[in-house]
């Protein structure tokens, strides 16, 4: 499928900031151009912590444990998988766990209406409750993604998922009308005026800070020295092999924080459609099967190697952009590429899967790979992590 002029624009500035190109007078200029606006980027970053250090501006505590997950860097980190592992053992130690998101391209409100409350000086519309812990109230299009797939996933336990911009607003909703007593701060390290109690920092080990340039040359939303605000630093995305510069590098800026290794492992093929009876299938089903894939993350080879990984011969592939609204006719178009290919069925991300149609009749099953989290080194250190912040 031939791309348009403007995903085509998107895309080389993309490659650009991810030095995958590197060559040409063209990509030197813009790398150029992008390098000195990253200095205006940093100089913004470092003005908002100083005014915050100094108590100029002012964060507020919620009155409860405030479990901030976050990172240095734009996406790609694997913070949902740790977010729902953390919610998932706080709830199963009693605990009335509340996430807080504001909903990355969730619905808005409409200018109109922000404009006529402004006027008239009427209330502000409450936070969206994607989920009361009961059950699940809010589609993907209207809570967004992530806190979609996260009240889906942990309704069973109880874990309420509450969306708002305005964080701290949202908190004190949660704990005041929702009986929350611990609050998770999802991508919240850059989210300075809500009081967190601890910081779990990520970091992707396969890519832990591109160029080491901040945006718009970079990766990076804050510098590499600000390793220094986690507690707790979690290295996604790991194979088990000693990363000595790595951890090097971390101690230069960061002491004393717990290092904790983890992987996103997958565990499942899971069905997109129920309709049908179909259910889970184990990940031997992949080994010399031919899928087609498609997706719309900020790392999809990482997801297309898990299916290969399990012997799967991907047939045909097609990536989308980070968070991708798919249309009829982008799903009409992959599902007849993957028939003509003669793939056996398609597969995609749990993520993508929240923003497809539910009521698609398509010529070939379609599964998501179902992601968990698994800690690989200091497991001990992890449980006693929930042991502290549940105490």
């Known amino acids: 499928m031939t791309e348009k002029p403007a995903e085509r624009f998107a895309r080389f500035i993309k490659d650009v900031i991810y030095d995958a190109r590197t060559e040409g007078k063209l990509v030197q200029a813009v790398a150029r151009v992008l390098y000195y606006f990253s200095f205006v980027f940093k100089a913004i970053v470092k003005l908002r912590f100083w005014l915050y250090e100094k108590r100029i501006l002012h964060d507020t505590p919620l009155g409860c444990r405030v479990i901030v997950v976050g990172n240095l860097t734009m996406g790609g980190t694997g913070k949902t998988p740790v977010v729902e592992k953390m919610a998932r053992v706080m709830a199963s130690h009693g605990r009335k766990v509340a996430i807080l998101s504001r909903g990355y391209k969730s619905k808005k409100e409409p200018f109109y209406k922000k404009w006529w409350r402004f006027v008239t000086q009427a209330p502000r519309p409450l936070p969206r409750v994607v989920s009361d812990g009961n059950e ?52 919240g390290l850059q989210y300075l005026p809500l009081k967190g109690s601890l910081n779990l920092l990520l970091v992707d080990k396969t890519n832990p800070f591109g160029n080491h340039c901040v945006i718009p040359r970079g990766i990076l939303r804050e510098p590499v020295s600000h390793l220094w605000r986690g507690d707790f630093i979690f290295l996604t995305k790991s194979d088990g092999k000693p990363a000595p510069e790595l951890y090097k590098l971390i101690r230069q800026y960061n002491t004393k924080a717990e290092i904790i290794e983890c992987r996103h492992a997958p565990k499942c093929l899971c ?46 592939n097609r990536r989308f952009f980070d968070h991708y609204n798919f249309t009829r006719k982008d799903i009409d178009a992959v599902f007849s590429a993957a028939v003509e290919a003669d793939a056996k069925f398609v597969v995609t991300t749990e993520k993508d899967m929240v923003r497809l149609a539910r009521d698609l009749e398509l010529p070939l099953p379609l599964y998501f790979l179902r992601l968990e989290i698994e800690i690989l080194s200091d497991k001990e250190s992890f449980d006693a992590a929930v042991e502290r912040i549940c105490n």
Not at 280 to 288: C, K, M, S
Request: aromatic share 10%; hydrophobic share 45%; no cysteine.
């Open 136 to 187: 699940v109230l809010l589609p993907s299009s209207v809570a967004g993604d992530e806190p979609y797939m996260l009240a889906r996933n942990l309704v069973k336990y109880g874990v309420r998922v509450v969306v708002d911009r305005d964080r701290v607003y949202a908190g004190m909703y949660a704990i005041r009308n929702l009986g929350a007593d611990i609050i998770i701060l999802d991508d």
């Open 271 to 316: 069905p997109v459609y129920e309709r049908d009876g179909t259910e889970n299938l184990p990940l031997e089903t992949l080994n010399g099967a031919r899928v087609a894939t498609f997706s719309g993350i900020a790392t999809p080879d990482k997801f297309e190697a898990f299916v290969m990984q399990y012997g799967a011969s991907i047939v045909y």
